[in-house]
């Protein structure tokens, strides 16, 4: 997943930001809005590249694995390529978000 091409459109880039802000308050307060939103996050990554809200798209879909489906090993996977594209110079942003995802949902 993490060596999927970059995300270069624009507008689907600006897509992902606000998806990536709407996937932050509902899981404060509209948890039946978060899977759809890590779905349709994960569904854009895989159809149009990465970028840095891919890490949270992944991470988001690893701690639904580990905590709904009750899949840690497929979970971990996820939290694994959140940590991979955050590595990435352009997604240095996300690295602290992964990093407590991963470590405070997945393991």
Excluded: W
Excluded at 16 to 44: D, H, K, W
Excluded at 45 to 58: E, P, Q, Y
Excluded at 76 to 102: D, H, N, W
Aim: aromatic share 6%.
């Amino acid at each position: 997943l993490a060596s999927l091409p970059a995300l270069t459109d624009e507008k689907i880039v600006m897509g992902q930001r606000i998806l990536e802000i709407l996937l932050t308050c509902s899981y404060g307060c509209q948890m039946t809005m978060f899977p759809l939103l890590v779905f349709l996050m994960v569904n854009a990554t895989l159809k149009h590249g990465i970028n840095a809200s891919s890490c949270d798209a992944f991470v988001s879909f690893g701690i639904i694995l580990n905590s709904v489906v009750g899949k840690p090993l497929r979970a971990r996977e996820m939290g694994q390529a959140a940590e991979l594209i955050s590595a990435k110079p352009e997604s240095a942003r996300m690295r602290s978000r992964i990093t407590v995802g991963v470590q405070g949902f997945i393991n």
